[in-house]
């Protein structure tokens, strides 16, 4: 199999990938109840917005400016498209993992990604002329696949949820399998396409300058819940995991549109999703062992957007 065959089949199985997960999600939003937990949550939700797409972006940016300065400036492109994609799709099932509150996970999901496709557009080109890469990229090349390929797809399972709520359930089991499948084949192909692109950013600290991203994430929601004085412990953490870990969707449609031609902005988002969900698992499997078990109160754990 040839490279440009199997660029073919990353693309093509991302965007599957993005498409059905984004149909999934609306398939699965109960939005009278979504809205009360937002309205209920109002100050948590809010502060997570300007965590996610203010005070993160900017620690990245000031990051990638000093400590992580000498990686190439591809992989520095990398770096801002995570930073400013929050809402990471597998949010909920961790927040079950970790005996977290899943409504509260699944509620700051979906206001992350509805403020990746705003923000994303307008940050992304500040960041990348901020970290003096050669690279550009305009807003509405960012803007166009986000709208098309997540919110459309978003709407439309919310309609059909709201049309057809019968049929909604199986159809919903069968999107998210077929979601994954198609994310392992985008992960598998990948690894294969580019594998001496990853052998060969192992030598210029790209994978240690990525480790601190989760962290810099688990961080940020510490900082949030400790400042806000949030004293349960499943609210805590839920927001604590929507803040870590980022949002792979719109991730990819990066590494498909704007930068399809720089292969070394899908190594580096490569290598940030695969350490950051790691890492996260890690904080998630120990809050587990140190919090007895509870039956935090659920929505659903959905593979969201």
């Known amino acids: ?36 937990q937002a309205s209920a949550h109002r100050r948590i939700a809010l502060w997570v917005l300007v965590v996610n797409f203010v005070v993160i972006p900017v620690v990245f940016v000031g990051y990638l400016l000093t400590i992580a300065s000498s990686i190439p400036d591809e992989i520095k492109v990398g770096f801002c498209v995570a930073a400013l994609c929050a809402g990471m799709p597998f949010a909920p099932i961790l927040a079950k993992l970790g005996n977290a509150d899943v409504n509260i996970a699944t509620t700051l999901l979906v206001i992350l990604t509805l403020g990746t496709i705003i923000a994303l557009p307008i940050g992304l080109p500040l960041a990348v002329d901020a970290v003096d890469v050669q690279l550009s990229v305009s807003a509405w090349d960012v803007a166009w696949p986000l709208l098309l390929f997540i919110f459309v797809p978003l709407l439309l399972g919310c309609g059909f949820r709201a049309w057809w709520p019968d049929l909604a359930p199986p159809l919903t089991q069968w999107t998210v399998r077929v979601a994954i499948l198609c994310l392992l084949f985008n992960a598998n192909f990948t690894l294969v396409a580019y594998w001496d ?38 609210v805590r953490h839920a927001a604590e995991i929507t803040t870590a870990v980022r949002n792979i969707a719109p ?23 695969a350490i950051g969900i790691t890492v996260v698992l890690l904080f998630v499997l120990a809050w587990r062992r140190a919090a007895p078990a509870t039956s935090p109160t659920t929505m659903s754990s959905p593979v969201s957007t």
Request: proline share 4%; with cysteine.
């Open 197 to 234: 692109l990853f052998v060969q950013e192992w030598g210029t600290r790209s994978y240690i300058a990525a480790i601190a991203g989760p962290f810099i994430g688990v961080g940020c929601g510490y900082l949030l819940v400790s400042g806000l004085r949030v004293k349960e412990l499943a």
């Open 251 to 273: 991730m990819l449609l990066m590494m498909i549109f704007p930068f399809g031609a720089d292969p070394l902005v899908t190594v580096s988002i490569t290598i940030l999703n």
């Open 1 to 36: 199999m040839n490279q440009s065959t199997e660029i073919v089949l990353i693309n093509g199985f991302g965007l599957l990938f993005v498409v059905l997960n984004s149909f999934g999600l609306g398939l699965r939003l109960p939005i009278g109840k979504l809205l009360r």
